[in-house]
């Protein structure tokens, strides 16, 4: 007698990539996001794709390059050669979030551009991580001679003036100047897997709320649901997402754990009345 196991479904799929941040295999799950609106996705094809374009960059590279050479030909290869840069026609296309779509048409927004880059430079033996700075995720190339910054969208380096005069907007904003003000390289520490995936996840859940597109917002909030199983306010806002599109249980059930779960948050007493809502409008819709 065979035992039927069924496959698992794109979010249980997604589980099992994230479920500890030892071995994270980042550009596997960042490949997996595209699967809730290509749901005949093969991720292996994917990470295929990908394990191709670094043979190619490789066969440029004499096995003794230095650092700093293999830098330079994976910028002319990335950026020139494959001409990957920035989709300024339309930012906010969620394909810009998909890998898949990303390595077809050779744009994207910098967080996406970026996953890429840094698994060809980790092929590469280069050490490179991503920098989750304000408003702009951006690579850190650690050299023989001191530090790259590199800026995904363009594939510009940026001196140290530059990204102090990117940051004013976002320290004037939050009242980080004068005596409040810290040092440039707070805002250049390394991001790890799960925050990487976190940000490309807000960023699509962001598109969708702003397009009102209550689907595919909660498939996102599923997704970071499972990423960040403690951050109470993803409960929150699949919650609200839930109500917004009149599925009620369910968004009874994610604002009753957010209240449940939280004791100072500003918007307590707003949740609470919502509920107070979603109960009222339960009761005249039961027969």
Known sequence: MSLSIPAPTALEYFGMLVQSDEQFPLLEAVASLAQDEYPDLDVQ?????????????????????????RLRVLNQFFFHDLNFGGNVN????????????VLRTR?????????????????????????????H?????TMPKGQVVLDPFTGRSLSREELVERLEPYKRGHGLVGEF??????????????EIISRMLRNLKEIHHAQEDWPR??????????????????FRDRGLAHAAQGSV????????????????????????????????????GAP
């Open 45 to 69: 094809q994917v990470l295929g794709d990908v394990d191709q374009l670094l043979a190619r960059v490789r066969r440029r590279l004499p096995a003794d390059a230095a650092p700093l050479q």
């Open 90 to 101: 339309d930012y906010y296309d969620p394909d810009n979030s998909y890998l898949n779509a």
């Open 107 to 135: 744009r994207g927004i910098p967080i996406s551009l970026a996953v890429l880059w840094l698994e060809l430079a980790q092929g590469l033996n280069l050490h490179a991580r991503g920098v989750s700075f304000p408003g």
């Open 137 to 141: 995720f951006m690579i850190k190339v």
């Open 181 to 194: 003000d810290v040092p440039l390289g707070l805002y250049l520490q390394p991001a790890s897997p799960r």
């Open 217 to 234: 917002a909660i498939a996102v909030q599923n997704r970071l649901v499972v990423l960040l199983p403690d951050a109470w306010g993803e």
């Open 249 to 284: 249980a369910q968004a009874l059930r994610d604002l009753e754990i957010y209240l449940a779960n939280v004791e100072d948050a500003l918007d307590l007493e707003v949740i609470g009345e919502r509920c107070a809502e979603l109960r009222r409008a339960a009761r005249r």
